[in-house]
């Protein structure tokens, strides 16, 4: 293959996986993997050593996506306490989507079952990716123990995905309702 | 087999499979399934149509002894916002087991990634019985909004689990201080 061909081999194969693992889940065979992305696995093992290596990958090249859905829309002038909320109402209109299936590194980590796997870690670092923006957005906002704020925010906002994924919740308002409060509790007005 | 060995291998099999689809996740097969349960495939089959109901009848055998676990220890004499608060600190000190891997009931929800599946139908109630009591108790502590209250508490506790479970954070007091604020927020003292 030149290195063009790996290049275009390569996005093929990750962008396939990323969707069949979010939608059929990590234990995807690789078969099944190379037939989705019309890519022979010959060609699969010249650019990964593992299915594992190719789930990691697919996983840190969703995160840029991720995050740009979380703030679109945001205003350049929102306050810290918009910046956070956006973040929810984001997640919550996202979750309205018929093949919304929650945040796809929360699952991942759920379903690996496997902290030192590969594709938990780059999960992991997306999870933490956020964390660290509510807490930069906690500080600015004034808030007394911005890391505290911000664990407190991933947990309801990991919940709200999951349970919105798994269609045992609607939101409609809730988690960003409940992210206010914290907020309130936190007096980041 | 006599009535007896039916209900031994039935209750053997489902014991295998909590513990196997919880710590290995729901795409286990029913090779490992029935080696791990010392029971053979012809006898499962006698017992169950197929994996998925196995799994569907490990969860909902699983729900009472889950539901136990987080009531241990409970004053009778315990306000409502204790009970709920209970719940929190019960499942905080549940995550610190190294065998730990988040509430099985979620899990089996994420991972199944089908709200159809018998499992996630079992796994939908354990978890609306868990909200039903945060409700009751909501509601004798005087929340304006007990459901509201509930699900709210729900995300938090689903975050929770979720977040430990996958050893993101480790919680100790954090889940518990963060249902406390909602319930202070609702008014419920």
Chains 1, 2 share one sequence.
Do not use: N, W
């Amino acid at each position: 293959m030149t290195t063009t061909d790996k290049a275009s081999t390569r996005d093929r194969l990750l962008d396939a996986a990323g969707e069949l693992f979010y939608r059929d889940g990590v234990s995807i065979g690789v078969e099944a993997l190379c037939r989705s992305a019309g890519v022979s696995k010959r060609s699969m093992y010249q650019l990964f050593t593992s299915k594992d290596e190719v789930l990691a990958a697919s996983l840190e090249r969703r995160a840029p996506e991720v995050a740009a859905q979380l703030t679109e829309g945001l205003r350049e002038t929102a306050t810290p306490r918009e910046r956070i909320l956006h973040i929810f109402e984001r997640t919550e209109r996202m979750s309205t989507d018929p093949d919304y299936l929650g945040c796809p590194f929360l699952a991942a980590l759920v379903e690996l079952k496997d902290p030192e796997h590969p594709a938990s870690k780059v999960a992991g670092i997306a999870k933490q990716q956020l964390q660290d923006g509510f807490r930069a957005e906690a500080e600015r906002g004034g808030a007394p123990d911005p890391e505290y704020l911000a664990r407190q925010l991933m947990l309801v906002y990991d919940g709200a995905s999951a349970r919105a994924g798994a269609r045992i919740e609607t939101l409609d308002g809730l988690s960003t309702a409940t992210a206010a409060a914290l907020l309130d509790a936190a007096g980041v007005k």
